[in-house]
């Protein structure tokens, strides 16, 4: 008898109900770029300490 083994790759297959994108807003656009630069800052910050 074969049994159904959970598998990752389930949540990566198609949903039957396509969702709509929708655009970002200028705020949420604000906010990503300041999430990417602290997170940039951050990282010079540790590779300048670790590279010193």
């Known amino acids: 008898m074969l049994s159904k083994s959970f ?7 198609r949903q039957k ?4 994108e929708k655009a970002l807003t200028r ?3 604000i906010n990503a770029d300041r999430i990417v630069l602290i ?5 010079t910050i540790v590779g300048a ?3 010193s």
Do not use: D, M, P, T
């Not at 109900?17 to 709509?20: C, P, Q, S, T």
């Not at 997170?39 to 990282?43: I, V």
């Open 7 to 13: 598998s990752i790759f389930h949540v990566f297959a």
């Open 17 to 20: 109900k396509e969702k709509a």
């Open 27 to 29: 705020r949420e656009w």
């Open 39 to 43: 997170f940039l800052l951050l990282a």
């Open 49 to 51: 300490i670790v590279f």
